[in-house]
């Protein structure tokens, strides 16, 4: 059979990676495909810099525009990341009636729906493993390994620089910046690190999963997000003492009132598999209702580990390229005629326990009055305890984790101890999940 | 569209959870599918005790010869389990052109090359993800998500009663048979557990992963296999002090001289992942050149987490039964005519890492002795700790970690060792993996 003919955009690190495998394993994959993968085009920026790291090996060009209309391209490889001029590329590649492979998480997050409308009106395939957590087949996973299940909840660590930092902070006891500068150094965070630090990037992940979960329409828009930048270094280890860690993650579940979608630290039973998901790495746990929990873990970045999903997506759309679109596994796993909208649950209806850090006046009194607070709103404490305060040192800090409770209500009580005399500064909360 | 119409095999534990999967799923099935699965017909030995579960919604019949002849069913679903009748039963439904989906890794085991190559002839497929690992879509992750990859091993927990057993040793103290007893009592484990203690069941999961990794034909004859029916509580203890963890593992890895293909008893570094799965959980960790290693884990049997592996395949075979055949993913990942058989490496041929404890009289000498002996057959220790004998005790226990070595020259070293005045009992020895 004739090999399926790709064009790349771009040749970045994604991009030399996607090179390096078809070369490296172009027989592993022709005895599996049963046919060839041949790049048969590249488009970049500098094209200088590109045909001295590629050779004559690629055509390379710096107009884009062209490539995606080629009439000798099946498959276009969307690796520029960003929404533009990404989403243009992609548009005028479903309209030339080429499939689509992309890495771009940002693109789907806020264009997915409208690009996945003119891949279908066209009968193309777009495709996008690569695009969550890496080499991980999360989305092969979601689309077609749990197709028997109704998908109760899914939380994963889907940002490996936040995870770097957090592993990192827990194993020296480092603060964030110090453990930032550390991931820099490492090239494991970026120079401008606020996408993965602030929970965007895996916001965006998570809004492409929740949509695959659950058979709604991608809503970025609906997620609640928090990042790790302001976690301090004595919550990550009064947790510890708890028997939990602190990880970033995504989470989105069905609830009767709507859809939760929220990416925030989160304290995770020290004994959950998830919670021993060090260093860079990604995890995704996914609650089906006839199988239980399920967890898939691997590098969530990197050119290889990338690539890797970029290359098993090119073999889907080598299979299905000549396949009735009718047969074909949905973009979103579910028909496009069968995408519900749902309702979108607001952060302060989420239910979910706490981790509350207060530093109070060391007097007596002072945990009645907070415990009382707590009650009037109907919120119970699990477990609690004090920090031994320095000699001649009139202060302390209460440590708390609360059974499940209202944000709502959370916030109007904590509204209501911080107005305390006795309580001196804002109190510190993280959300805690058993994920049981 | 018109639903794809299933006869099933089998009404036990998975054929009903199956049943009740289709039932309580089939809205958010057919919003995935875009069609609806019918349970159309199935098959039991006793009409009389299915009838009263399954009322009058399904036909029931005895006659599963006709089942899988019949005009009216589309796709066959084999839960009968063991070798006979399920190979003629599959085989005669292949030849009348149905599809298979089968969750009985023992058949495929020992007889998958033959139904693979029927299948082919006629164009049907055969799916088999229930068959491995339970509900973790480990068999979808090996062909088609890591499809980029050349597969360098992979080692899994794919035996829950063992995992069950090993993890209560460990965490109580148990012995095995306390262990196994309390398996027992729980619905872990059989009445006769031979297949899973034994390791059998582990191997013939193991030949089928193995196969698909590497593109060579199943050959469940070519594994060495052990089981955990003789591990003592004492060395789960020692291997705990050392930092590892006693795991049943099948591994199977590429080496130049051949195949490995092996399940035992194996020490795992306690920081690995898959060193924390507990109880009746499954995991398999696959390393590939372009991802690194990735883990799935989830439960490995049960009546829903199987019927979720048959559903999924369900879903899978009605997008692709109108499919050309030859762009349907193969049933061993690769192309039938790339399979291709590869030597198989005997288990005195691996190289591996070791735990040995050695019953000695507490003399001194002995241990020169020993450590002489390891270094005349070129293996090395990596760590080491003597057991302090009890007062008035004349024997002592030398545990013992070895770094890489041939299992051949490991076994001619405990050979003599065994032979010296003062080494009082058969060495005890456990493989060691790294897992990185």
């Known amino acids: 059979m004739k090999p399926l003919r790709v064009g790349l955009l771009g040749l970045g690190t994604v991009g030399r990676g996607t090179v390096d495998v078809l070369r490296r394993n172009q027989e592993e994959i022709r005895r599996r495909a049963g046919r060839g993968i041949e790049i048969v085009a590249a488009a970049v920026r500098d094209v200088g810099r590109a045909r001295a790291w590629v050779g004559d090996a690629i055509p390379v060009t710096d107009r884009p525009q062209d490539l995606v209309r080629a009439p000798d391209v099946d498959i276009v490889v969307e690796l520029i990341g960003g929404c533009e001029p990404a989403r243009e590329l992609v548009l005028d590649a479903i309209a030339h009636d080429k499939h689509v492979v992309t890495a771009n998480k940002a693109l789907l997050a806020h264009h997915g729906n409208e690009i996945f409308a003119a891949a279908q009106k066209m009968g193309v395939m777009v495709a996008f493993e690569a695009a969550v957590a890496g080499g991980i087949p999360i989305i092969k996973a979601l689309r077609e390994g749990l197709t028997g299940n109704r998908i109760e909840w899914l939380a994963g660590i889907i940002n490996g620089t936040s995870n770097f930092i957090l592993s990192r902070m827990r194993d020296t006891g480092a603060s964030f910046d110090d453990a930032l500068r550390e991931a820099q150094q490492l090239g494991y965070a970026e120079a401008d690190p606020s996408f993965d630090i602030h929970g965007t990037d895996a916001a965006h992940k998570l809004s492409i999963l929740s949509a695959i979960a659950f058979g709604v329409p991608i809503r970025f828009d609906a997620a609640h997000v928090e990042g790790i930048a302001d976690l301090a270094a004595a919550d990550i280890r009064y947790a510890e003492q708890l028997g939990y860690r602190v990880k970033l993650l995504g989470i989105t579940r069905r609830t009767p009132a709507g859809i939760e979608l929220r990416v925030h630290p989160t304290l995770v039973p020290a004994k959950r598999l998830v919670a021993n998901v060090e260093g860079a790495m990604n995890a995704v746990v996914v609650k089906g209702d006839a199988v239980g929990a399920t967890l898939y873990y691997g590098a969530g970045a990197g050119a290889e580990p990338t690539a890797s999903a970029v290359v098993a997506d090119l073999v889907d759309v080598t299979r299905l390229h000549t396949a009735d679109p009718e047969d074909r596994v949905p973009h979103l796993a579910f028909q496009p005629d069968a995408l519900v909208p749902q309702p979108w649950l607001s952060i302060e209806d989420t239910v979910t326990s706490y981790y509350f850090r207060i530093l109070v006046s060391d007097r007596p009194g002072v945990l009645a009055d907070i415990a009382r607070i707590l009650a009037d709103f109907r919120i119970s404490i699990d477990a609690m305890f004090q920090r ?47 994920l049981s």
């Open 388 to 434: 031994e305060p320095a000699e001649g040192e009139n202060r302390t800090e209460i440590i708390m984790l609360t059974h499940e409770a209202r944000e709502r209500d959370v916030n109007e009580a904590l509204r209501r101890i911080e107005a305390l005399d006795t309580v001196l500064a804002p109190v510190i909360r993280i959300r805690q999940e058993s």
